[in-house]
Structures are given as C-alpha cells and as structure tokens.
C-alpha cells in the first residue's frame, strides 16, 4: 500500500495528495499517523476498483440467481473484503463475482477463513437471499465453504 502511495500522481485529489505527501515522508510524526493509516484503506478501495471495472468489462449487468435455501456449487473472483467489528466479535464482509458475472455476498464469521481480495476462489454455500445495492442485485450467502485457487 505504501509503495502504491508512493506512485500516485499529484492533483487528483487534496487527500491523495496528501497521502502522497506522507507516504513519500522519511518519518511520520503524530500528526501524519492518521493520514497515513489511511494508506491502505485508499489502497483497498483502488485495488477494488480495478477489480471490478476488469470483471465488469463486456459483462451484463448482475443477475439474482438460485432459489433461497438451495446449496450452491460457486467460482468466482474475491473483489472485496472488509472487516467489521461487532458485538460477537469480527466479521468479514466479502463480495465474490462469479465466473458467471454475478455478484455474491458473504458475511464470513471466522475471519481466519476469509479470502484476500483479488483472490479466485471455488466451494459450496447455501443461498439466504437475494439483495439490491446501489442498483445492483446481489445473491447473498451463509455457511460458505470456499478454497482459494492456487494459480499454477
């Protein structure tokens, strides 16, 4: 995230320029922690973009797919993942985009089982429903069983 930071280009933003600023910095004083905590948030949500306008290239738009209650066999391209602090603990939040071109979402419990990011993953989970984000359908899921493919 940092040497992302460091590459970025100046005038897109007075916060990206900012964060340039500091990444490029020898040493950070307590007045810079905070912005430069911030790196790898901006870093997520630029891999995130890529991501999806990769997938999303010559693809329809995402459809709900499957029946409530049906178990699913499921592959597909980890877009995005972001933690969450709860009541009962942690929990991931992360949206696969099939090899169909559909969007999925998975709130994972056990954060050690969540997939990265840019990960491509296979397995099985149940459908619980079927949502509209920001205008774009999505099939949620529960007890998800996923591997990470491991490219050869």
């Not at 992302?4 to 600023?21: C, F, I, K, P």
């Not at 066999?73 to 559909?102: M, P, S």
Request: one cysteine or more; charged letters at 25%.
């Amino acid at each position: 995230a940092l040497a992302w930071a460091q590459t970025q280009e100046l005038g897109r933003s007075d916060y990206m320029n900012n964060v340039v600023a500091v990444a490029k910095a020898s040493a950070w004083d307590h007045r810079k922690l905070g912005l430069g905590a911030s790196i790898i948030s901006a870093y997520q949500r630029e891999v995130e973009r890529e991501l999806r306008s990769a997938a999303e290239a010559d693809r329809p738009p995402s459809q709900h797919f499957g029946e409530v209650g049906d178990r699913i066999e499921l592959a597909g391209q980890v877009i995005f993942v972001r933690f969450f602090d709860g009541d009962y603990g942690t929990r991931a939040l992360v949206k696969i985009l099939t090899d169909e071109g559909n969007l999925t979402t998975w709130w994972c419990s056990n954060t050690s089982k969540a997939p990265e990011q840019g990960d491509t993953v296979t397995g099985k989970a149940t459908i619980k429903g079927h949502e509209t984000y920001r205008g774009e359908a999505s099939t949620v899921l529960t007890r998800a069983s996923l591997k990470v493919v491991v490219a050869e």
